[in-house]
């Protein structure tokens, strides 16, 4: 089993990497650079697949966004609690809206949908996406390059087949848990937001 998973990640380790970017990717990113710390998968390949991933699937919900505004998809998006929020930010600071949407996890569905849905030129939108995928890419992969130069160093040893294995699992379970608590975190401190904006206009209202 060990032999078979380890021999499916070296054929198929950059397309699951460059798919697992195109939505959110910060655990697939850090397994990539994980495995090319261990000499499974090419360095600079695994750096270009996350890289492609995160600039195709931004550019793909901003496309969204931007010609497909009327589609049920985009309504029921739109009505998830911080889009408001998204769209006043990125009304007010396109800039650093589109460089650190995708740093707010559970955010960059509905962020690239709201860029597409403002009135920022796609020029400037691919630009500005374009250096933030590749700073996010260098930096997750550079974590998970870390976490495998880690590993080795307390073991040490150069990691066996299996224990390559049991690392990515521990990493992957550590970062989509750290992922979802800040994500629930998130997703309430939104809903209070509008809910004090909404009692707010209500006692307002004549």
Not at 12 to 27: I, N, P
Not at 39 to 51: E, G, R, S, Y
Not at 108 to 118: D, N
Not at 152 to 159: D, K, M, N, S, Y
Request: glycine share 10%; net charge positive; with cysteine.
């Amino acid at each position: 089993m060990t032999e078979t998973l380890h021999r499916l990640i070296e054929q198929y380790g950059l397309l699951a990497v460059f798919l697992g970017c195109l939505a959110e990717g910060e655990t697939v990113a850090m397994l990539g650079g994980f495995f090319a710390h261990q000499h499974v998968l090419v360095a600079w390949q695994t750096l270009l697949a996350v890289f492609a991933g995160a600039f195709l699937g931004d550019t793909a919900f901003f496309v969204l966004g931007r010609s497909f505004a009327q589609t049920r998809l985009v309504q029921r998006i739109s009505s998830k609690p911080g889009f408001n929020r998204a769209r006043q930010l990125i009304t007010e600071h396109p800039n650093i809206y589109v460089l650190s949407n995708r740093y707010i996890y559970g955010m960059r569905v509905l962020g690239g949908i709201v860029a597409g849905l403002s009135g920022i030129a796609a020029a400037r939108f691919l630009l500005l996406n374009a250096i933030s995928a590749a700073v996010w890419a260098t930096l997750f992969c550079g974590f998970g390059y870390l976490f495998g130069l880690g590993a080795e160093q307390i073991v040490g040893r150069a990691l066996l087949r299996h224990e390559r294995l049991l690392v990515a699992f521990a990493i992957g379970v550590i970062v989509m848990t750290i992922m979802i608590a800040v994500a629930r975190s998130l997703l309430h401190r939104e809903k209070a937001r509008e809910r004090r904006t909404t009692e707010a206009n209500q006692s307002g209202a004549p």
